[in-house]
């Protein structure tokens, strides 16, 4: 029995994932999504979304995504609720293999397996993500105008996170385990001398606290490095400025990745080293980051694909 070959397999299945796929399955390509050990992405974990366009009244992270999913799925994309273990690009048809054992082939791949945020491991704070626990201020910092925050970092991101949130918090709070920060000079300047800006030094986040119905937060419990000294911060929100990881396991020995594991492009493209492999969205991008963003990457490597395809005389329904 011959083996089936794929026009099109997508790891990943937050927005720029599903946007390739709805682009993949109007162009005919039938494309099957690898949906990953967190189907929908980072906004499965965001309550109220209010800057995706066409939803002026906001919408809820997980609706979003199933809208997302239920177009993708209208004009043919198929799902395989499955992660990538491993994959062999030295050759065409791809070959990847799920973790259970599964291979599948394809004649292109696109990657976009996204990047999830560092968190402190707290139970407390993953039972409050999304009721005032967030690691995106572009995201989230909104919601709390004229509120107390806490960010807890200490790189760049961090100063841009709270910076960025002296726009509508009263007041930032910066909570850095370290004497020193390891950010450039010109943010640590931005925050140090922003007088909506507090810095508490040689200081870490133990716990969050929340209103006892874990509906909202009402401060965390700080702990003095130094003096082991315990001691409770009331604030609205906590946000995480420590990092992102992206999903790039599978592909870190096969495809090119910066020094953290991003994967690399051709500039102003989806294009990688090997022909037929595209990327999209968080697993590339760890400047913007956002729901949109990422949607217009899914956008171009589904294009990028599709013109891939008929270059080489392929395409339609597998």
Known sequence: MQETVHNVIIVGSGPAGLTAAIYA???????????????????????DVENYPGFPDGIQGPELMALFRQQAEKFGASFVSDEVAQVDLARRPFAIVLSDGTQLRTHTLIVASGAAAKWLGLE??????????SACATCDGFFFRDKDVVVVGGGDTAMEEATFLTRFARKVTLVHRRDAFRASKIMQQKV?????????????????????????????RLKDV????????????????????????????????DEIGYLQVKQGTSLTSIPGVFVAGDVLDKRYRQAVTAAGFGCMAAIDAERFLESEGAGGSS
């Not at 929340?210 to 509906?215: F, K, N, P, S």
């Open 25 to 47: 399955a109007r162009a005919n390509l039938a494309p099957i999504v690898i949906e990953g050990m967190q189907p929908g992405g980072q906004l499965m974990i965001t309550t």
């Open 226 to 257: 130094k003096t082991s000294k315990e001691y409770n911060f009331a604030c609205d929100g906590l946000f995480l400025a420590i990092g992102h990881e992206p999903n790039t396991k599978a592909f870190r020995d096969v495809l090119p990745t």
């Open 124 to 133: 407390s704070e993953t039972r409050l993500m999304g009721k005032g626990v």
């Open 192 to 220: 140090l001398t922003n007088p909506k800006i507090e810095v508490k030094w040689n200081t870490v986040v133990v716990q969050v606290l929340h209103d006892g119905q874990w509906q909202k937060v009402t401060g965390v």
